[in-house]
């Protein structure tokens, strides 16, 4: 354009030179028409540029300064901005959260089933910062659209299932990213899929590949081992989901305790019941489970079995009981019964649960070495001992009634 103009300007002034004996006023004609045209052919040009510029510009701005996220209910979820506050509902997410490598103190807020188990665990005392954390906007499946406002949270992760709360937070918009678990209740490949979401809203994953690598190595390993057993060398498994004396919820098939007794060489007694869902004891005597397991999400010991403190319910006849083999899951940064930071030594402390004959992990050391190399943490035997006897304080906040799924 600049070439046009100035070719235009010297070719005026060249025909004033050779036509000096003309009029000044025919010179003056020529460069008022060179003028005309660059008016004419410069300016929306110019105009042009300018504005795809400035639209280019802030785009840019705009891409830099937002995060989109597919979650696993499909939906696109676009934070603008940094997140400086985060808010997780669904109860294992704070201790995949922090093997993120994201900051502790953004998590802002969390559901009282992940309070329970912060305060009753080692987690509160490798991260102090989630002790006392909010957790006054969320009961069962119901969020507190009011409680949560004042916390101001960037982004919210739930559990994807509850459609309630997804039209709670969307009222508000704040911004709501759905988890829940993989189909199959394959306990590492939802923690993978978990941990794919996180980092690309938090810009970190820390340590999650290395811990889903060791969690799929101990699932070969395991299943190496395994798979040579004949179906009357697998022992009959009840994973009690929930019990109380008013409720007795075994875990059944595609849910997490039917994922970990089939990785662990073990027959789950209630395999015909999808996910889980509720039993007699007659049903139980029928079955006759030779291992029984208690999740962390319910206060029951194995002592309450073995000494038939629960009113209602005779465990005296059940072979598990008689012969000494029912166990509490451990807990950890949570509980390993669902997918979490820990889930590799979930792997093996059901292998070794179900088949001692088999697998001699020292689940002591294991601990030790485990969170030493992901959690860059030294863990005591004591508090080694304290994940592998985990308290029943961790159940309180799961509220059964409400939370229908306890995750």
Request: glycine share 8%; proline share 4%.
């Amino acid at each position: 354009m600049k070439k046009k103009i100035y070719l235009s300007l010297i070719t005026a002034g060249m025909l004033a030179l050779s036509a000096c004996g003309k009029a000044s006023a025919d010179a003056q004609s020529v460069e008022n028409t060179a003028d005309k045209e660059v008016t004419e052919t410069a300016t929306p040009e110019a105009e042009t540029t300018e504005e795809a510029a400035a639209t280019e510009e802030t785009a840019s701005e705009e891409s830099s300064d937002s995060i989109t996220v597919t979650d696993m209910n499909g939906r696109e979820v676009t934070i603008d901005g940094d997140i400086d506050s985060v808010v997780l509902t669904a109860l294992p997410l704070p201790s995949i959260y922090a093997i993120t490598g994201a900051p502790i103190e953004n998590l802002k807020g969390v559901h009282p089933g992940s309070t329970s188990a912060i305060e009753n665990s080692i987690m509160g005392s490798m991260y102090p910062d989630l002790v006392g954390i909010a957790d006054n906007f969320v009961e069962g499946q119901d969020i507190n659209v009011e409680e949560l406002l004042k916390i101001d949270p960037d982004v919210v992760i739930y559990w994807g299932e509850y459609e309630n709360q997804y039209e709670a937070l969307n009222s508000v918009n704040i911004p709501a990213v759905g988890v829940f678990g993989e189909e199959g209740g394959d306990v590492v490949a939802t923690l993978k899929t978990w941990v794919d979401i996180m980092g690309q809203l938090f810009g970190t994953r820390g340590n999650t590949d290395k811990v889903i690598e060791y969690a799929n190595t101990a699932l070969d390993e395991v299943s190496e081992k395994v798979s040579s057993l004949s179906d009357e060398e697998k022992p009959r498994v009840l994973y009690l989901y929930n019990h109380s004396n008013e409720q007795i919820s075994a875990s059944g098939s595609g849910f997490y305790g039917g994922f970990w007794i089939e990785a662990a060489g073990g027959n789950n007694v209630a395999k015909e019941i999808e996910n889980f869902g509720d039993v007699n004891m007659e049903q139980i005597y029928e079955w006759d489970p030779e291992i029984i397991i208690l999740t962390t999400f319910t206060e029951t010991m194995p002592d309450d079995l073995y000494n038939n403190t629960i009113d209602g319910q005779d465990w005296s006849q059940v072979s598990a009981v008689k012969n000494g083999k029912v166990y509490k899951e451990p807990l950890g940064v949570y509980r390993w019964y669902v997918p979490c930071g820990d889930t590799p030594l979930m792997v093996k402390w059901m292998a070794k649960t179900l088949h001692p004959e088999i697998f001699d992990y020292d689940m002591i050391a294991e601990i030790k070495d485990y969170y030493k190399e992901f959690y860059d943490y030294d863990v005591t035997d004591e508090q080694a001992q304290g994940i592998l006897d985990a308290s029943p304080d961790a159940a309180k906040g799961t509220n059964w009634n409400a939370n229908k799924s306890g995750k």
